[in-house]
């Protein structure tokens, strides 16, 4: 989390910090992200980096957070317009990730080069213990007649599985470099195994 310093910041002066942030972080994983660039971009000096984060990882999860709020708002409108049928909007989601992969370069490279906490901020993001609110804000949109479920959390559980899945197929497409209709196929498949069962 930013110190007390950043959210002071001046309006113009804090968003050319985080599109220094935004910049370094989309083009390199956070392994080999350079702090060097960040501060040549934002020309701040390397003193202040430090006024207004404790290191380089707690400004990348910062920014990380942020991308998967805009992941949920993106997401949140793509299930009202789909009437609230969670495999279509699931699916449009994923499909708007591995297609507009220059929007989503940040993401791609979360994908790639995961750690431990990466993996588990990613693969909850529908339904996440520690991001509740955004399980709250899909469950009121979903059409719940639709579903065979009828417990809360019989459905908190769905939004895990559809999470998980979503997750290890945007992997799967971005380190394969799988061709778009090939991938958006497999998830689709993925997707029906849940919606339809397996089991006569």
């Not at 708002?73 to 279509?88: A, P, Q, T």
């Not at 993996?119 to 949109?141: M, P, T």
């Not at 719940?144 to 497409?173: D, G, P, R, Y």
């Amino acid at each position: 989390m930013p110190k007390e310093t950043f959210f002071n910041l001046p309006t113009e002066k804090k968003q050319k910090l985080l599109d220094a942030l935004h910049k370094e972080f989309s083009e390199q994983p956070l392994a080999t992200a350079s702090i060097a660039h960040i501060i040549q971009y934002a020309d701040i000096p390397r003193g202040s980096f430090y006024q207004y984060f404790n290191d380089l990882e707690d400004a990348y999860f910062y920014i990380f957070n942020q991308q998967i709020e805009l992941a949920m708002v993106k997401y949140i409108w793509i299930l009202e317009k789909s009437k609230g049928d969670v495999f279509r909007a699931s699916t449009e989601l994923y499909r708007i990730i591995i297609e507009e992969e220059d929007h989503f370069t940040f993401f791609k490279h979360a994908f790639l080069n995961m750690n431990y906490k990466i993996e588990e901020s990613l693969s909850g993001i529908f339904a996440n213990e520690q991001r509740i609110e955004h399980f709250e804000d899909i469950y009121k949109r979903l059409d719940l007649l639709s579903l065979k479920l009828e417990k809360k959390e019989e459905i908190f559980q769905l939004m895990k599985l559809i999470s998980a899945i979503t997750l290890h197929n945007i992997i799967e497409k971005f380190s394969k470099d799988m061709p778009l209709d090939e991938a958006v196929q497999t998830y689709q498949t993925q997707l029906a195994f849940i919606k339809s069962g397996v089991v006569q």
